[in-house]
């Protein structure tokens, strides 16, 4: 996962690695999600207006995919992101 914050949000095409060409491992780049509630026990990354905002494992979804929320870990609470507040989810 990336964790290095951009201006924009990840791609969802393929990486082709440093040649440009393919010829390293190709692997998948992340990709926006609009169905949230199928994401519970994945780790997708939060991002709000281009930011990058949390990255995580998803705890629980309501069964609308308006709201997730991203379990605690370390220091760091139970996080709750909603959709109709422009948050984005990407895997």
């Not at 992340?30 to 990354?45: T, Y």
């Amino acid at each position: 996962m990336n964790f290095q914050a951009t201006l924009e949000p990840p791609g969802d095409v393929n990486d082709l690695g440093q040649d440009g060409q393919g010829g390293g491992t190709l692997k998948k780049a992340l990709g926006l999600r609009a169905d949230w509630a199928r994401l519970p026990g994945r780790s997708v990354e939060v991002w709000l207006h281009g930011e990058y905002v949390a990255c995580g494992v998803v705890d629980q979804a309501a069964e609308d995919g308006s709201v997730l929320w991203i379990a605690a870990e370390g220091i760091s609470t139970r996080r709750i992101f909603d959709k109709s507040s422009g948050y984005q989810i990407w895997v």
